[in-house]
């Protein structure tokens, strides 16, 4: 396996109760890359995730770089608004150092606001709290990061500065990203390559040059006016 290939998918094959969720799925995803994964409902982009997590059983190949450590932040933590539990004693269920805490919370953008750590975690907004999965995804040092939907349950004004944090990590951390999206304009942004995934591989390269009329309607099986932002 190539140094610069972190991950490689062959002739992927998944099945859950006897229906057939994804096939043929091939990629490889390289070091250092930004690469989304985008398809209407029901594709299989979450189960993709599982998958290659090592969740689900499947045919086919996934094979990782024995290099890799993964951190994974998943679409939503529903959390109830009179959970006891507090933004520290969260933390602390991946890294006991206080000062190490302080400093991935200066990372994710909270350096000036040591006082979240007091607050519940069910009184955070969507921004804050999902900053706050960054922090735990990232503080055991991974070098790859998964996110499952990285904006869900983020209000517009945040999401742009939840992909500013993302992009910002990676170019502090050398990090690998892998995000699942439905959001073209944020793919064409951030995305060096896509996967463009409804049940089977559509597509898969750098978005510009593959995300197109033809594509699109095979994704979402429509018309589609494509208008690109640059």
Same mark, same amino acid.
């Given at each position: 396996?190539?140094?610069?290939?972190?991950?490689?998918?062959?002739?992927?094959?998944?099945?859950?109760?006897?229906?057939?969720?994804?096939?043929?799925?091939?990629?490889?995803?390289?070091? /250092?890359?930004?690469?989304?994964? &985008?398809?209407?409902?029901?594709?299989?982009?979450?189960?993709?995730?599982?998958? &290659?997590?090592?969740?689900?059983?499947?045919?086919?190949?996934?094979?990782?770089?024995?290099? %890799?450590? =993964?951190?994974?932040?998943?679409?939503?933590? *529903?959390?109830? !608004? /009179?959970?006891?539990?507090?933004?520290?004693?969260?933390?602390?269920?991946?890294?006991?150092?206080? /000062?190490? &805490?302080?400093?991935?919370?200066?990372?994710?953008?909270?350096? +000036?606001?040591?006082?979240?750590?007091?607050?519940?975690?069910?009184?955070?907004?969507?921004?804050? #709290?999902?900053?706050? #999965?960054?922090?735990?995804?990232?503080?055991?040092?991974?070098?790859?990061?998964?996110?499952?939907?990285? $904006?869900?349950?983020?209000?517009?004004?945040?999401?742009?500065? %939840? *992909?500013? #944090?993302?992009? !910002?990590?990676?170019?502090?951390? /050398? #990090? $690998?990203?892998?995000? =699942?999206?439905?959001?073209?304009?944020?793919?064409? +942004?951030?995305?060096?390559?896509?996967? @463009?995934?409804?049940?089977? +591989?559509? @597509?898969?390269?750098?978005?510009?040059?593959? &995300?197109?009329?033809?594509?699109?309607?095979?994704? *979402?099986?429509?018309?589609?006016?494509?208008?690109?932002?640059?």
């Amino acid at each position: 396996m190539n140094e610069d290939i972190l991950l490689s998918v062959s002739n992927l094959k998944v099945k859950l109760n006897n229906h057939l969720i994804l096939s043929d799925i091939s990629f490889e995803v390289r070091r /250092d890359d930004t690469m989304a994964i &985008i398809g209407p409902n029901g594709a299989g982009k979450s189960v993709l995730f599982r998958t &290659i997590l090592g969740l689900l059983p499947h045919e086919g190949v996934v094979k990782w770089s024995p290099s %890799v450590k =993964i951190g994974y932040v998943p679409q939503k933590l *529903y959390v109830a !608004k /009179d959970i006891p539990l507090t933004v520290a004693e969260f933390l602390s269920f991946k890294e006991s150092n206080f /000062d190490k &805490i302080l400093q991935v919370l200066g990372q994710v953008g909270f350096g +000036k606001r040591e006082n979240i750590l007091k607050m519940k975690l069910g009184v955070l907004s969507g921004g804050e #709290l999902q900053r706050i #999965l960054i922090a735990f995804a990232v503080m055991g040092n991974p070098n790859v990061l998964l996110f499952d939907e990285p $904006t869900s349950g983020v209000d517009l004004s945040g999401e742009e500065t %939840v *992909y500013q #944090l993302i992009s !910002k990590l990676q170019a502090e951390k /050398d #990090l $690998t990203i892998i995000f =699942i999206s439905h959001e073209l304009e944020v793919v064409y +942004k951030y995305a060096a390559t896509v996967l @463009c995934l409804n049940k089977e +591989k559509v @597509c898969f390269g750098p978005p510009r040059k593959v &995300i197109d009329k033809e594509n699109l309607e095979k994704l *979402y099986g429509e018309d589609i006016h494509l208008y690109r932002h640059h």
